[in-house]
């Protein structure tokens, strides 16, 4: 099982007209290393569903090719309008963090217009469980005080005064 002290999630958006900065991706894998990254890049690659590779989507190949992130191999268009669909949403990650995800759905837009379809997908990451607390929880109020203090006398009654305690283990002696 690998173990994860944190994850970085994040969600990233790249306008139509803007590049995508690939300084970004490296900032935020310097934050962490474990990351999931999803967004809308505007990013159209012809490999993963679109028609056309456009500028985003070359900007995108670059950054998978340098192998700062990996994508989710899921080539459903997430954004249609009128006659027109695209993959413009994305989700990226570091791996082994990424081989967790599974079922990627792209759901009908909802309630909408701009387009943007919904991603959804589970992420199965085992966590180690809690110890439970080694303390007992005690109900003062029910304590039967006199029995206490009564077994309490019998014992100190049998205590040795002549032994000096130098460590916690002297007292199980």
């Known amino acids: 099982m690998l173990s994860y002290k944190s994850i970085l999630i994040s969600s990233i958006y790249v306008a139509p007209t ?3 900065d690939i300084n970004i991706f490296q900032e935020l894998y310097n934050i962490n290393d474990n990351c999931i990254i999803v967004g809308d890049l505007n990013a159209t690659l012809s490999e993963m569903g679109s028609k056309k590779t456009n500028a985003r989507g070359k900007q995108l ?3 998978l090719n340098e192998g700062l992130a990996e994508c989710v191999d899921d080539d459903s268009p997430t954004f249609e ?3 027109y669909e695209a ?4 989700i ?5 963090l990424l081989s967790f995800i599974t079922n990627v759905e792209t759901h009908p837009t909802i309630g909408t217009i701009n387009g943007h ?3 959804t997908f589970d992420i199965t990451l085992e966590a180690e469980p809690k110890s439970t607390s080694p303390r007992l929880p005690l109900n003062f109020k029910e304590a039967k005080w006199t029995k206490f203090r ?18 916690p283990l002297d007292i199980i002696r």
């Open 18 to 20: 803007a590049k995508i």
């Open 61 to 63: 190949q670059e950054l």
């Open 81 to 83: 309008i009128n006659d």
């Open 87 to 90: 993959k413009l949403d994305w």
């Open 92 to 96: 990226l990650g570091s791996q082994p």
């Open 117 to 119: 379809k919904p991603l």
């Open 150 to 167: 009564s077994k309490l006398d019998q014992q100190l009654i049998l205590w040795n005064y002549d032994l000096s305690l130098n460590s």
